[in-house]
């Protein structure tokens, strides 16, 4: 048995991995970090259109603040977030994109003086200031109120994964590519590391950590249809799961991208609406307006993908030989905007649909895109119930999205939460307490029990197909746990993936061989990812309302007297067939923006008891501070400054709000 010791341990090689790994390395522990791919493939590279930071560079962003983005982002979570934790994200949003400038992301830069910009479908000349000419432009995106969002043209993922995959190799971190964590070791009470699987040999390794931080990413491909890459299926939540001790947080918050090109699933950034892109029906009809005539096309994306789902349903959707789908125009951008803003756009119409968005609609319909839920976590990154485990980005519920989470928020959120996780982390590591002191037998048998259940599966005479079963589960979640959901579906859904799982404790395999071997890696995935599909399935079928991205047709309502709640989800032992599940009340008299109508469509929700007190006590506490600093009035509705690490508590410098130097917690 081999047994690798490191400090740190990261499960995931994306944005969020890497930087934790970094931001752990640099105050002087070992990091290890995992791998499915090479780092510069992770699923991290996908994003496009860019990052929310309130820079308030561009002039359609001038004026934005910290506490803009901060209500953009609860307005959008439906208030299902934890609004101390998006505080902390809003605050250090800033120093994260110009951080990353500093390492060497090439942000697209504003210009100064007239430039031609699409706004409601219509030329419009802005002039963009001149002492902002050099610094980080930003573009519009669904749900804001300014134009918030930087990026390198639209392959903002790229650039930033490119840039950090070096820093961490400039940091000297070693990433141990093509491995598998399979299990986490723990005690019952703390995590010391994780077994892992070479994909290669199928050699079983143990290593062995101070601290373990999950950072896999999402569960796409739960979904038949997915934005998702293909390694993105949730294995990190089925690890933090397993142990029958940490709890997933909001499974049934499930996000859809309005625009997948149909019908390969392949996003097209946010970016296209953005800029000036406009959705049509199958008449060449922009519908949007009709559903949201204030935001229209750049809605939050739950809306819009209903909405967009809902005029299919009333016959305007276009047909091709694969079904039916609706229209997104960018050809009004022209083509130097196209080839020069969106060349990634350009790319993948090219060369997936053999369509010139130049000239051409582009066909789209939502798909699969995001998991607001993940690895239940506290501010700082740790489980509340299993010590020494840390998750961050899309495989965490941190939890700053809560029931729908805006785009550019998720990149930024790897970014960000990495920043603060890793220095939880290693704070976490300098404490003598937090030494590894397991006994060697404990690591001893997990390793018995993993190897244990790759032999039933390659010498046993199992009969079941792990292909047919996931696929089955694909279709299951599809068509029964999608945009809209009915208790009947949900249902039939838990009841399906129930029998899936215990069929797939009786697969079998063709081939033996115990190397490199995808039907077995198959296999054994297939069996975590029922138990996360049953976590996103149970619980949508338990919350009787509708919050965000999770629409119940027979619930239409968002229920804050009942169910103003996180859900959590544990799965307790190895024969059960459905996860067990608690609920995490969120506390309305805490709220520094308590609940109320988002912004779309009718007013029609149930308040929760304490939110008439506290929102007269919150405009009480503005009319009689209504000559103070926005900073004051912050730290008066809701302190948070004391949850961030100290390096990342200062505030941040705008062209009109020059830097200051107390630090958040000293202005009074």
């Given at each position: 048995m081999k047994i690798v010791y490191t400090d740190v341990l990261v499960i995931g090689g994306g944005l969020a991995g890497l930087r934790v790994g970094i931001g752990a390395k640099r105050r002087g522990h070992d990091v290890i970090i995992l791998s499915l791919v090479p780092p510069k493939r992770s699923h991290?590279?996908?994003?496009?259109?860019?990052?929310?930071?309130?820079?308030?560079?561009?002039?359609?962003?001038?004026?934005?603040?910290?506490?803009?983005?901060?209500?953009?982002?609860?307005?959008?979570?439906?208030?299902?977030?934890?609004?101390?934790?998006?505080?902390?994200?809003v605050n250090t949003a800033p120093k994260a994109v110009r951080e990353l400038a500093a390492w060497g992301v090439p942000w697209s830069r504003v210009r100064k003086g007239d430039r031609d910009v699409i706004i409601n479908g219509q030329k419009v000349t802005?002039?963009?200031?001149?002492?902002?000419?050099?610094?980080?432009?930003?573009?519009?995106?669904?749900?804001?109120?300014?134009?918030?969002?930087?990026?390198?043209?639209?392959?903002?993922?790229?650039?930033?994964?490119?840039?950090?995959?070096?820093?961490?190799?400039?940091?000297?971190?070693?990433?141990?590519e093509r491995v598998e964590a399979i299990a986490l070791i723990h005690d019952g009470a703390r995590c010391y590391g994780a077994i892992v699987r070479n994909l290669i040999t199928g050699e079983l390794l143990a290593y062995v950590a101070k601290a373990t931080a999950i950072a896999s990413g999402g569960a796409g491909r739960l979904y038949r249809v997915t934005t998702n890459a293909v390694i993105c299926e949730g294995i990190g939540g089925a690890l933090a799961l397993e142990t029958g001790v940490a709890t997933l947080g909001n499974m049934e918050a499930v996000q859809f991208h309005?625009?997948?090109?149909?019908?390969?699933?392949?996003?097209?950034?946010?970016?296209?609406?953005?800029?000036?892109?406009?959705?049509?029906?199958?008449?060449?009809?922009?519908?949007?307006?009709?559903?949201?005539?204030?935001?229209?096309?750049?809605?939050?994306?739950?809306?819009?993908?209903?909405?967009m789902e809902e005029h299919i349903l009333k016959g305007k959707g276009a047909k091709n030989r694969f079904g039916q789908h609706l229209w997104l125009d960018i050809t009004l951008l022209g083509e130097k905007h196209i080839k020069h803003n969106?060349?990634?756009?350009?790319?993948?119409?090219?060369?997936?649909?053999?369509?010139?968005?130049?000239?051409?609609?582009?066909?789209?319909?939502?798909?699969?895109?995001?998991?607001?839920?993940?690895?239940?976590?506290?501010?700082?990154?740790?489980?509340?119930?299993?010590?020494g485990l840390f998750a961050a980005g899309e495989a965490a519920c941190w939890d700053?999205?809560?029931?729908?989470?805006?785009?550019?928020?998720?990149?930024?959120?790897?970014?960000?939460?990495?920043?603060?996780?890793?220095?939880?982390?290693?704070?976490?590591?300098?404490?003598?307490?937090?030494?590894?002191?397991?006994?060697?037998?404990?690591?001893?048998?997990?390793?018995?029990?993993?190897?244990?259940k790759i032999d039933v599966l390659v010498?046993?005479?199992?009969?079941?197909?792990?292909?047919?079963?996931?696929?089955?589960?694909?279709?299951?979640?599809?068509?029964?746990?999608?945009?809209?959901?009915?208790?009947?579906?949900?249902?039939?859904?838990?009841?399906?993936?129930?029998?899936?799982l215990v069929r797939s404790r009786n697969i079998g395999l063709k081939c033996k061989a115990r190397g490199a071997n995808p039907e077995l890696v198959t296999a054994y995935r297939v069996q975590k990812m029922l138990k996360v599909a049953l976590c996103i399935a149970h619980g949508a079928l338990t919350r009787t309302?509708?919050?965000?991205?999770?629409?119940?047709?027979?619930?239409?309502?968002?229920?804050?007297?009942?169910?103003?709640?996180?859900?959590?989800?544990?799965?307790?032992?190895?024969?059960?067939?459905?996860?067990?599940?608690?609920?995490?009340?969120?506390?309305?008299?805490?709220?520094?923006?308590?609940?109320?109508?988002?912004?779309?469509?009718?007013?029609?929700?149930?308040?929760?008891?304490?939110?008439?007190?506290?929102?007269?006590?919150?405009?009480?506490?503005?009319?009689?501070?209504?000559g103070a600093a926005r900073f004051a009035v912050q730290e008066a509705l809701m302190p948070y400054a004391s949850l961030l690490p100290e390096r990342y508590r200062g505030r941040n410098e705008r062209i009109d709000e020059p830097l200051a130097t107390e630090p958040l917690e000293a202005v009074q």
């Open positions: 991290s590279a996908a994003a496009q259109g860019g990052m929310q930071a309130s820079l308030a560079n561009v002039i359609k962003g001038q004026g934005d603040t910290e506490d803009i983005h901060f209500e953009d982002t609860v307005r959008g979570s439906d208030w299902g977030a934890d609004q101390e934790v998006v505080r902390m994200f802005i002039t963009e200031r001149d002492e902002a000419h050099g610094l980080l432009a930003q573009r519009d995106f669904g749900g804001t109120k300014k134009w918030r969002t930087c990026y390198v043209s639209d392959g903002t993922g790229h650039a930033m994964l490119q840039t950090m995959s070096d820093q961490a190799i400039g940091s000297a971190i070693p990433v141990h309005p625009t997948a090109i149909f019908p390969a699933g392949i996003l097209v950034t946010e970016g296209c609406r953005g800029d000036g892109g406009l959705l049509k029906d199958v008449d060449g009809h922009r519908f949007m307006p009709d559903y949201e005539p204030e935001k229209k096309e750049l809605a939050s994306r739950d809306v819009v993908s209903r909405r969106l060349r990634e756009v350009w790319e993948i119409c090219h060369y997936f649909l053999g369509v010139d968005p130049v000239k051409d609609w582009i066909p789209v319909r939502p798909a699969q895109h995001y998991t607001m839920g993940g690895v239940r976590t506290r501010p700082t990154g740790e489980s509340p119930t299993l010590k700053m999205h809560g029931f729908n989470r805006l785009g550019g928020n998720s990149v930024a959120e790897t970014v960000v939460a990495g920043m603060i996780v890793g220095e939880y982390i290693a704070d976490f590591c300098d404490r003598a307490e937090n030494e590894v002191a397991i006994p060697t037998a404990l690591v001893h048998d997990f390793l018995r029990r993993e190897q244990s010498d046993g005479r199992g009969t079941e197909d792990a292909s047919a079963i996931k696929g089955q589960m694909q279709d299951l979640m599809t068509a029964r746990v999608g945009i809209f959901r009915r208790g009947e579906d949900l249902g039939a859904a838990v009841d399906g993936l129930q029998q899936l309302e509708s919050r965000g991205a999770h629409f119940r047709q027979d619930y239409p309502r968002r229920n804050d007297a009942e169910w103003l709640k996180r859900t959590l989800a544990s799965w307790k032992s190895e024969t059960d067939t459905l996860p067990s599940l608690a609920f995490e009340a969120l506390d309305v008299r805490r709220m520094e923006l308590p609940p109320g109508w988002r912004g779309y469509g009718a007013k029609d929700y149930i308040d929760h008891p304490d939110t008439p007190k506290r929102a007269a006590e919150v405009e009480a506490l503005k009319q009689a501070m209504s």
